[in-house]
């Protein structure tokens, strides 16, 4: 029954980052990365590019929080509702995507741990897609 989700892939990929530290509880961050995957057998295959922008700012009585925003171009070859093409392009659509994410952790007390993170995305013609978590942290 899973013998054709079976794949052999030949990747390349190349990333740059810059950061810079504004102060000490401030940074940000701009990334690009680069990476072509082929599935030969199947003629499948992707070339993407991403950009992404983060800021991070962190303080003892604020927490932590931290705001991105990402630009992805999927150029896609092959049947994108396929389980390969699901892999391949991590969710996202074939052509131009924007993803967009916050995130707040706070210790609230020398044992316990809150976090909030909120995603979001979003493609051309489509509705924007939003998830979000809760999640508390005991120490002991």
Sequence with gaps: AFANRNFSLS???AKGQLRW???QGQSLSAE???KQEVEAELMQSLNQWEAQVK???QSEAA???MAGLGYINNDYQGDGFSALAFELLDGLLPGENITWSLLWE???SNNLQ???NYDGRS????PAIHTGSAKVKLFF
């Design 11 to 13: 990747q390349q990929a």
């Design 21 to 23: 530290a504004i102060n």
């Design 32 to 34: 690009v990365k680069w």
């Design 55 to 57: 800021f991070l700012l």
């Design 63 to 65: 927490g932590r929080w």
């Design 106 to 108: 706070h210790v609230l």
């Design 114 to 116: 809150v976090s909030l």
């Design 123 to 126: 493609a051309p013609n489509i």
